[in-house]
Each structure stands twice: as structure tokens, then as C-alpha cells.
């Protein structure tokens, strides 16, 4: 299946015969085309339609590095977890807020602020065209969306990684950005094949993010996949590239693989004290992040290592 029409050449134009006995006109080639008239004499030909020349993408352009994405098949999801990209939004540019904290502060608007929190906030989301207020504590206003949805990853190439490459892409911030709860939820793993903004006018700022991504960290995509990008991306195909961060491919954070148990509970991830939590990068912890626990949570808000 060819990568996209703009990369294509030309159709060749074909030839008609005429047959004298009948006088009707054969197709010599079925990609003629519609332009050519019937009854068409051999005494007066039809000038020939120029070719025009393949086209290549603009340098810098998101259509230009989709080309270059290796292509293949998913491969399984044969252990992959949440927990195998690093703790939940792990403070992995040390700056003392948590990843999901930086991504509402910086996609938010008219945000109140409390020791790295923001309390509250209104988003003009992308994906939906909605404007949410956002009050902390209701999880169903806002999500935190990985544009490349981790389990996407995983199955294009990241089940080969480190612990601390795969931590590097869940909490670089090219591939966050804070949506619609709703709308990212119905997303899921999907990749470009299977789900886009319902805001068409987002689509193409949308895939370019997800090239970006998957340009930075090597990972590759299927050919559906791969043929729904360029089908957004025929639409605007000087759609550049977004900045990349500057984030790098691997965090400096000590992590405890996932797949090695070594919490007295059974857990991939513990923490004896909040100090432990601090120094693993993973404060604050919130419920339901690795290594959350009671004993951690001494106001048992849902919030441990504040």
C-alpha cells in the first residue's frame, strides 16, 4: 500500500484504438482516466499529459519523518505493565513537582498553585474542542494523555527496553498533553489507526506529535498505522515537526524493575518511608501509583510523601 499520494508519481496515460468496422472506441488501458472523448480520430491525437515529478516532502515536516519510521508489525503484549514505564508520573527533571503537576501547569490556564499542585484551572482541550474547569481531586475532568499511548509503545518496540528509557518516554513532556478524561479513556492504546480527535481541525497537530515521538525513541509502526498518518498528513503536508523537549532518552532516577519483587507485601515497588520515596524521584505518591501504601499516607488523602 503506497505511503501517500503525495509521494507517488503520476498515473500513465494510456491509448485509445479506434475500430473502423464498428466505430467504437476501445479502452487500450484501463488507468486512461476519464479525460479522454470518445470518437476520438487517429488522424487528430490526443496531446499527451506531462508527468509530473514524485514529490518529496518538505525537510522538517512530520510527513517528511514519517517516511523514515521503520515499519512493522505490533509485537505482543507479552508482559507489559503500567508499572514497566516507571513509577506514575515520576519527577524526572528533579525539579520537585511531579510530571502530571508540570503537563496541567503548563497546558492550563488561569491555574491556582499550592506546594507543586494545581488546585484548579481551566483547559481548552484539544481533542474535543471543550473548555474544562478543573478542580483537583475530580479525576473525571482531566487526564494527562501520552500521545504515543504506552502500551502502543510497548508493542512498537519498547518491550526490548531499559527500565529508565521506558521512564524517559512516559514522562517526557513532547508526548504528554492534559485532555478530556473522556475522550482519552475511549482512546485507550489506540494508535492512529484506531483513534483520532474528534476535532478534525487537531488531527494533524495530533500525528505529527505521535512522528515526533516515535522519531526521538526509534520505535516503529505498523503499515495501517503508518497509512492513517499520511492520510491526515496529506491534508496538510507542511505540518512540521513539534520542538522536541529536550528531555532525554533515559531518566538519572534508580528504579526498581517491576519484574523483580522485592517489597516485604509481594510489590515491584516499595518504599520503607517517605525519605525512600523522595530519593526514588516518586514523591508525592498517589493512590494507585507503584508503591502506594497506607503507612505512607499518614492523612490518608490519597496522597503519600506530600
Known amino acids: 500500500m503506497p505511503l501517500s499520494s503525495k509521494l507517488v508519481s503520476a498515473l500513465v496515460v494510456g491509448t485509445f484504438a479506434v475500430t473502423g468496422l464498428s466505430g467504437c472506441t476501445t479502452l487500450a488501458d484501463a488507468s486512461s482516466g476519464p479525460g479522454l472523448r470518445r470518437g476520438a480520430s487517429p488522424e487528430t491525437p490526443r496531446?499527451?499529459?506531462?508527468?509530473?515529478?514524485?514529490?518529496?516532502?518538505?525537510?522538517?515536516?512530520?510527513?517528511?519523518?514519517?517516511?523514515?519510521?521503520?515499519?512493522?508489525?505490533?509485537?505482543?503484549?507479552?508482559?507489559?505493565?503500567?508499572?514497566?514505564?516507571?513509577?506514575?508520573?515520576?519527577?524526572?527533571?528533579?525539579?520537585?513537582c511531579d510530571e502530571r503537576n508540570d503537563i496541567l501547569a503548563r497546558d492550563l490556564r488561569d491555574t491556582t498553585e499550592e506546594n507543586c499542585r494545581v488546585l484548579t484551572g481551566s483547559l481548552a482541550d484539544p481533542y474535543t474542542g471543550r473548555t474544562i474547569s478543573y478542580v483537583y481531586g475530580d479525576g473525571a475532568l482531566v487526564d494527562i494523555d501520552h500521545v504515543v499511548a504506552?502500551?502502543?509503545?510497548?508493542?512498537?518496540?519498547?518491550?526490548?527496553?531499559?527500565?529508565?528509557?521506558?521512564?524517559?518516554?512516559?514522562?517526557?513532556?513532547?508526548?504528554?498533553?492534559?485532555?478530556?478524561?473522556?475522550?482519552?479513556?475511549?482512546?485507550?492504546?489506540?494508535?492512529?489507526?484506531?483513534?483520532?480527535?474528534?476535532?478534525?481541525?487537531?488531527?494533524c497537530a495530533y500525528v505529527a506529535r505521535q512522528v515526533a515521538v516515535k522519531a526521538k525513541f526509534g520505535?516503529?509502526?505498523?503499515?495501517?498505522?503508518?497509512?492513517?498518518?499520511?492520510?491526515?498528513?496529506?491534508?496538510?503536508?507542511?505540518?512540521?515537526?513539534?520542538?522536541?523537549?529536550?528531555?532525554?532518552?533515559?531518566?538519572?532516577?534508580?528504579?526498581?524493575?517491576?519484574?523483580?519483587?522485592?517489597?516485604?507485601r509481594g510489590g515491584a515497588v516499595w518504599y520503607e518511608n517517605c525519605d525512600a520515596a523522595r530519593a526514588a524521584g516518586a514523591a508525592p505518591v498517589l493512590r494507585g501509583d507503584p508503591g502506594y501504601d497506607a503507612h505512607l499516607d499518614g492523612d490518608g488523602d490519597g496522597s503519600a510523601c506530600e
Open 47 to 96: 496531446p499527451s499529459a506531462a508527468r509530473p515529478a514524485a514529490h518529496e516532502p518538505p525537510a522538517g515536516t512530520a510527513l517528511g519523518a514519517l517516511a523514515a519510521l521503520p515499519v512493522r508489525g505490533r509485537a505482543p503484549m507479552t508482559g507489559y505493565a503500567r508499572e514497566a514505564f516507571g513509577p506514575a508520573w515520576l519527577d524526572a527533571n528533579r525539579n520537585g
Open 150 to 203: 504506552l502500551g502502543n509503545a510497548w508493542v512498537s518496540g519498547a518491550w526490548r527496553w531499559d527500565l529508565r528509557e521506558r521512564a524517559a518516554l512516559a514522562t517526557d513532556p513532547l508526548n504528554l498533553l492534559a485532555v478530556d478524561a473522556s475522550a482519552n479513556r475511549q482512546k485507550g492504546d489506540g494508535d492512529a489507526a484506531t483513534w483520532l480527535p474528534p476535532v478534525k481541525a487537531y488531527r
Open 219 to 264: 520505535l516503529s509502526v505498523t503499515p495501517p498505522e503508518r497509512d492513517a498518518v499520511a492520510r491526515v498528513l496529506d491534508t496538510c503536508p507542511d505540518q512540521p515537526l513539534p520542538a522536541d523537549s529536550g528531555a532525554p532518552l533515559e531518566v538519572d532516577h534508580h528504579l526498581q524493575d517491576p519484574a523483580a519483587p522485592t517489597g516485604p
